[in-house]
């Protein structure tokens, strides 16, 4: 690092070296942070988080009672020791709180002022922050799995939402009409908006192999039900992940699979995971709920790095920061827990980067004289 940080200085790199090497840093050191905690409301699991892109300072979550909190993650106190405190809440008493399980919500991608949320009671509600009213309500014949907002989009306000068995949507981070869809019958489709047909795509495991793939009807994502999805940053790339206990990396120009072997992740969700990816690491990093953990995972190489313990049920969803890259998870057992970068060891000040700490020295280079006459 202080090598990344002299060449900076001396005008010999590129700045963004150095922030990719402390973000992955500081990826790979995500701890459970005894000094920070965040404020529990929920009164039964909690099935989807998100965290406003603008400041990265507020965080939403649903959970399966039908509430919907709104939390400051910002340190007000500047103690070292702190809980991210709940602003205030769509709670039972609420008159326009949601009848059944809230499954996504999601800030409006470029303000604050507002954000969405949809939920087994057929409903999607467009809400307004500072009001806590919603300024709009959609009333749909089925169930409302997830929606999801373009986070790209300039020239369209659409919200993709899908009921039955369609259970992930995803917009393209790169094209801001390309939709990504998962659903119970084992199929990623991808589809473009403005065409009649709609469906570009249909991916297949298989990569058309004539031998495994004869029909229409093996054009297949995985073998079970795909009921989560998630664009890497660039939109280069789509993850799904199904109830196969498999994870798939997706070209997302090509639709052609990758096949990165990720090996088993667990999944026995019936209905959507909400997983996520970091931003600005180098490798890129996955991180998913696998039964009472999350599993980290590098993106391209499939490598598990790490399991994240500390929750005492199933975890439903994560969402990241990535201005800090710290971890937010969500959990039946009804808490939301931080998970923080761990510390830099402190560097003494007679250290220098050619010098490595003396007990890492190999014994054959260390120096033996003494100025001591006594000894021989």
């Given at each position: 690092?202080?090598?990344?940080?002299?060449?900076?200085?001396?005008?010999?790199?590129?700045?963004?070296?150095?922030?990719?090497?402390?973000?992955?840093?500081?990826?790979?050191?995500?701890?459970?942070?005894?000094?920070?905690?965040?404020?529990?409301?929920?009164?039964?699991?909690?099935?989807?988080?998100?965290?406003?892109?603008?400041?990265?300072?507020?965080?939403?979550?649903?959970?399966?009672?039908?509430?919907?909190?709104?939390?400051?993650?910002?340190?007000?106190?500047?103690?070292?020791?702190?809980?991210?405190?709940?602003?205030?809440?769509?709670?039972?008493?609420?008159?326009?709180?949601?009848?059944?399980?809230?499954?996504?919500?999601?800030?409006?991608?470029?303000?604050?002022?507002?954000?969405?949320?949809?939920?087994?009671?057929?409903?999607?509600?467009?809400?307004?922050?500072?009001?806590?009213?919603?300024?709009?309500?959609?009333?749909?014949?089925?169930?409302?799995?997830?929606?999801?907002?373009?986070?790209?989009?300039?020239?369209?306000?659409?919200?993709?939402?899908?009921?039955?068995?369609?259970?992930?949507?995803?917009?393209?981070?790169?094209?801001?009409?390309?939709?990504?869809?998962?659903?119970?019958?084992?199929?990623?489709?991808?589809?473009?908006?403005?065409?009649?047909?709609?469906?570009?795509?249909?991916?297949?495991?298989?990569?058309?192999?004539?031998?495994?793939?004869?029909?229409?009807?093996?054009?297949?994502?995985?073998?079970?039900?795909?009921?989560?999805?998630?664009?890497?940053?660039?939109?280069?790339?789509?993850?799904?992940?199904?109830?196969?206990?498999?994870m798939r990396l997706w070209n997302s120009s090509t639709g052609e699979n990758t096949l990165v072997n990720y090996g088993k992740v667990c999944n026995e969700s019936r209905k959507g995971l909400k997983f996520t990816v970091s931003w600005g690491c180098n490798p890129e990093f996955a991180f998913v709920p696998y039964g009472s953990t999350i599993a980290v995972y590098t993106i391209f190489?499939?490598?598990?790095?790490?399991?994240?313990?500390?929750?005492?049920?199933?975890?439903?969803?994560?969402?990241?920061?990535?201005?800090?890259?710290?971890?937010?998870?969500?959990?039946?057992?009804?808490?939301?827990?931080?998970?923080?970068?761990?510390?830099?060891?402190?560097?003494?000040?007679?250290?220098?980067?050619?010098?490595?700490?003396?007990?890492?020295?190999?014994?054959?280079?260390?120096?033996?004289?003494?100025?001591?006459?006594?000894?021989?």
């Amino acid at each position: 690092m202080l090598g990344f940080i002299s060449a900076r200085q001396a005008g010999l790199d590129d700045p963004v070296r150095l922030r990719r090497a402390e973000s992955t840093r500081r990826v790979l050191s995500l701890e459970l942070n005894k000094d920070r905690d965040v404020e529990r409301i929920h009164g039964s699991g909690i099935n989807t988080l998100d965290i406003e892109p603008v400041e990265g300072r507020y965080m939403l979550s649903g959970g399966s009672d039908g509430v919907i909190v709104l939390y400051d993650l910002e340190n007000l106190s500047r103690k070292p020791s702190y809980t991210c405190k709940a602003l205030c809440s769509v709670g039972r008493s609420h008159p326009d709180v949601h009848r059944f399980s809230v499954e996504t919500v999601q800030w409006y991608p470029h303000d604050t002022g507002m954000f969405t949320s949809s939920s087994f009671d057929k409903t999607l509600k467009i809400w307004d922050t500072n009001t806590l009213q919603p300024a709009d309500v959609f009333h749909f014949e089925g169930t409302v799995y997830s929606h999801h907002m373009s986070p790209v989009a300039t020239k369209h306000c659409l919200i993709a939402g899908h009921r039955q068995e369609v259970l992930a949507v995803s917009w393209s981070r790169r094209h801001e009409y390309i939709l990504a869809t998962a659903s119970a019958d084992s199929r990623v489709k991808l589809w473009d908006v403005r065409r009649a047909s709609g469906c570009l795509s249909t991916l297949d495991q298989h990569n058309g192999e004539k031998s495994k793939a004869a029909s229409e009807a093996a054009s297949t994502a995985h073998n079970g039900r795909v009921n989560g999805l998630c664009y890497t940053n660039d939109g280069l790339h789509l993850l799904t992940i199904g109830t196969d206990d498999r994870m798939r990396l997706w070209n997302s120009s090509t639709g052609e699979n990758t096949l990165v072997n990720y090996g088993k992740v667990c999944n026995e969700s019936r209905k959507g995971l909400k997983f996520t990816v970091s931003w600005g690491c180098n490798p890129e990093f996955a991180f998913v709920p696998y039964g009472s953990t999350i599993a980290v995972y590098t993106i391209f190489t499939g490598e598990l790095i790490t399991m994240l313990r500390g929750h005492y049920s199933t975890v439903n969803c994560c969402v990241l920061q990535p201005n800090f890259q710290e971890l937010y998870s969500g959990s039946k057992d009804c808490n939301i827990l931080a998970w923080i970068p761990g510390l830099r060891e402190p560097v003494p000040d007679d250290l220098s980067e050619k010098s490595p700490p003396q007990q890492h020295l190999n014994p054959a280079y260390e120096d033996a004289w003494s100025s001591s006459d006594d000894e021989g």
